[in-house]
C-alpha cells in the first residue's frame, strides 16, 4: 500500500529507488512485485504478452501455478525484449509467505521467466512507473487494473490501492455542491457532472477515510450548464460510518472510465435534520429508474425532527406520557398508540444511526381515555370499538449507539415508504426513580402490570451498568484526622429527617465519643444536614467527617463511599435510622470479631417495641421458595439475648463490623436494586462467595424501623420488594445460599 513499506507479503520490503527498477524492467528479464494486501501482489514488467488472461508458476514449481488477469498495453518504443508493457494482478496465498524469486508466465504455448527485483514496490511507485511506460494508455490500464481488483472481498489496504489508482488515472468530471448525512447512514450528494448516468453502482468515497459505497444516482436538467453536463442527486450507503464533511473526492466509472468529482470546498453541508428537506426539493425535477426514485422518495420521508403522526390522513394517532434516560441502561417509554385497522407495521426507537423497533416487546396497557377522546372525531369517526382500550403501551428499549448528542423519536413504519415520526425529550433519571415512578403512575389493579414488572422493569433494572458512587465532597470538624480505631461509618438516606437523637447517643457514649465518625450522604442530603452536622459536632466536640456522595441512591450507596473517605482496616457501618438500645454496643461488636478475625459481624436489629426486626439470615429448608430466611422476625428480644454468637447466611449491613477492604474486593454493592434488602444479601453472598463469613451477635441490639418508603403505598412497596426478589434470583438462582456456582451477572 502506498506509503507502507512494512514486510506484510512475501516479497521484499518496497523501496522509493524507482529509476533503478525502472532500468531493470527494460532487458525484459525482471519484474518488479508491489503489494496490494496479504492475499495480492501486481507484477509488473515487459514483454511480447498480448493478453486478458495467462497461466503463472512462481518459484519454478509446477505446484504454484493459477491462472492471472493481465492488463497490457503496447510500448511506445518497442525492441526485441519487449513489445508490451504488462501488470499482472496475482493471488498470494497459496505461497504461505514463502519470498518470491521468479515467475513464469505461459500463453498458449509462449513461455516466459523472469526473476523479481529484490525489493518490493509501493502502489504509487508502481503508478509512476506505468505513467511513463504507458504514455497515453494509463487512463485504459489504471482501468483495467481497477476491474481487477474491485471484484471479491475489498480491505482496508486493498481499497487504498484501488484509491491510488483511481487517483492517478481518473479525469475530472464535475463538482458536488451540496452533501448531507443521515439517521438511516446514508449520505446524499448533489452537484453537476458530465459522464455521471443515473445509475445504482459503486463509487469509491476518497477522504479522511476511503470507502466502498453503493451510489443511486438520478439526473436532472440544469439549463445554467452546458449541453454536455447535468445535475446529479443522490444517495451514497457506505458498510461503514462516514461523515459527510470528511469527503474529498467521489470517484466513479462513467460511460468513459473513471471519473472523479471533486466535493466543492465552498459546498454546503447539512446535518441529518435538514437533508430530508433537500431531497424533497429535488425529488420532483429528478429522472431515474423506479428503484432510485423509490430510494430518494425514502430519503425524502425521514425525520427532521418535527412530529408528523397527527398529519396522518389515515386513523393512527400516537402520544406520549412519560420517556425516562437511565445511564447505563437505556429508556422507558410509556405511551399509546391507536391504530384501530391495523395500518402501523413497525414502531421504532431510532437516533442517529441506531434504532431498536420497540413493538415486538412492548407491553399494552389499557387506556380508556384515549378511546374516548378520540372516538366520533376524525379520522377516526365512529370506527373505534368501545370494549377495546389497549391503546397503551410501556417499553423499556437499550440503550442505542450513535451520536450521543443526536435526538430521539419514534419511527411509525407503513405500507410502502410512507412513515411518521415522533420527537422524544427523554428525562435523564436514575433507574430507581424511572422504576417507581412508572409504578406509581399504574393502577394496581390493571391487568398489564405483572407483565410490565417482568418483561420491561426487571430487565430494565438487572442491566443497569452505572458506575460506583463516589466522592464529591469532604468536611472535617474536629481533629478527626487523630481519632483513632475503627471508623464508624454512618449513611445517611431520604428517610432520616434528624440526626441529632444518635449523634447525640455516641457522644455520650465514652466508646464511641472519641472514635473517628463518617457521616456520608447523596449531595442533597448532605447539604441539608451539613449546618447541624457542624453544630453537633463543635457542641458534643465529635471527629466528625461529612462526606457527600455523588451517584448514591440509598443507605448503601451512602457507606460505600463513607468507606472511600477513609483508611482504616477496620469499618463499622451504621443505618442512621438506627439507634443503640444500650452503651457498650460498639465493643461488644469489636470483641466479637476479634475472636473471629476477618468477616462480617451484626447485631440483633429490634423495633421500638422490643420484637426482634432481624436476628441473622439462614439458611431456608428445601421446601422454601426463598433460599434465605429471617428465623426468629417477631420473636421477643429477650429470647435471643443470652445467645451466643452464631455463623449466619448472611449478615446486615446496616449495623455490622467488617474489614474495609473486602467491601472494594467484590466491587461494592450490587447497583440495579430498588432496596436495601436483597442488595443487602446480594453483598453478602458476593462476600461469602470470596470466603468471607457472616456472623450475628444477639447480646448487641440496636433500635429502627423497616427500610420502607413513608410516602409509597402499600401496592408500591410489595411491587418494589417483589422486583427487587426477582433480580436477586436471576442473579443467584433458586438457591443462592447452597450453591457454589457463581451468580449470573455478579460484579
Known sequence: MHGDDR?????????????????????????VGSPVDDTLVLVMGIGSLNADQVSIFLNGDPALNLKV??????LKDASPRGTHGFVAVVPTGMLRRAPFKTIMFQHKTKV?????????????????MVTDLAGPNLPAVIDGLVEALISGPIGRRKLAAITTLLQAGARSDGCVELIGGSDEGEIFVQGWAQDLTASVTRVVISGRVSSLAESAISVFARPDLDENSS????????????????????????????RFTEVYDRRLVVGARETPTHVRAILPRVRGSADILLRMRSAANRFDGTETVSALPIPVRAGIDSVYRIDGSGLLICGWLLDPDNHVQSVKLRRHRGECQID?????????????????RAPFHAGLDPNKHAHGYVVFAPELDGDSTAPFYLEFGFSGERRAFLPLTPTRVTSREAVVRQIRAIDPEAWALRHIVEQQLVPL??????????????????????????????????????????????ALDPETRQAP??????????????????????????????????????LYDALEVGSRAVSTETVVFLAASLLPRGPGWLSKLLAAYEQRGNCVLSPTLAYEDDSIRWAGTWLASEQS???????????????????GTMEVAAATFECCVMPREALFSVNGFTRGYLGTHEKGLDLGMKLKKAGLKSYWLPSAQMLGSDDISATDKPTTIALIEGIDRQIFDARWGSGPARSKSAPKGAA
Not at 488477469?69 to 503496447?74: E, G, K, M, S, Y
Not at 447523596?522 to 457527600?548: H, M, N, P, W
Open 112 to 128: 516466459t521467466r523472469y526473476t523479481f527485483v529484490s525489493r518490493a514496490a509501493s502502489t504509487g511507485d508502481l503508478i509512476s
Open 461 to 506: 433494572l438487572s442491566g443497569v451498568k452505572r458506575p460506583a458512587p463516589d466522592i464529591f465532597g469532604v468536611v472535617d470538624f474536629g481533629s478527626f484526622e487523630d481519632a483513632e480505631g475503627p471508623a464508624i461509618i454512618i449513611g445517611v438516606d431520604e428517610r432520616v429527617e434528624e440526626i441529632g437523637p444518635l449523634l447525640a447517643l455516641l
Open 517 to 554: 465518625i463518617v457521616i456520608a450522604a447523596a449531595t442533597d442530603i448532605a447539604d441539608r444536614i451539613g449546618v447541624q452536622v457542624r453544630r453537633l459536632a463543635e457542641f458534643y466536640k465529635l471527629r466528625v467527617r461529612l462526606v457527600s456522595a455523588s451517584g448514591s441512591e440509598d
Open 625 to 643: 421458595d426463598r433460599a434465605l430466611v429471617s428465623r426468629y422476625a417477631g420473636y421477643p428480644i429477650d429470647a435471643v439475648a443470652r445467645m
Open 7 to 31: 514486510n506484510v507479503l512475501p516479497i521484499a520490503r518496497t523501496s522509493s529507488r524507482q529509476p533503478e527498477r525502472h532500468s531493470l524492467l527494460m532487458d525484459g528479464e525482471m519484474v
Open 69 to 74: 488477469t493481465l492488463v497490457c498495453w503496447p
Open 231 to 258: 445535475g446529479f442527486a443522490g444517495l451514497l450507503l457506505s458498510p461503514e460510518p462516514i461523515e459527510p464533511a470528511d469527503i474529498d473526492r467521489l470517484l466513479f466509472r462513467g460511460r468513459r472510465g473513471w
Open 360 to 376: 415486538r416487546g412492548w407491553t399494552r396497557v389499557d387506556r380508556p381515555d384515549v378511546t374516548a377522546e378520540y372516538d366520533n
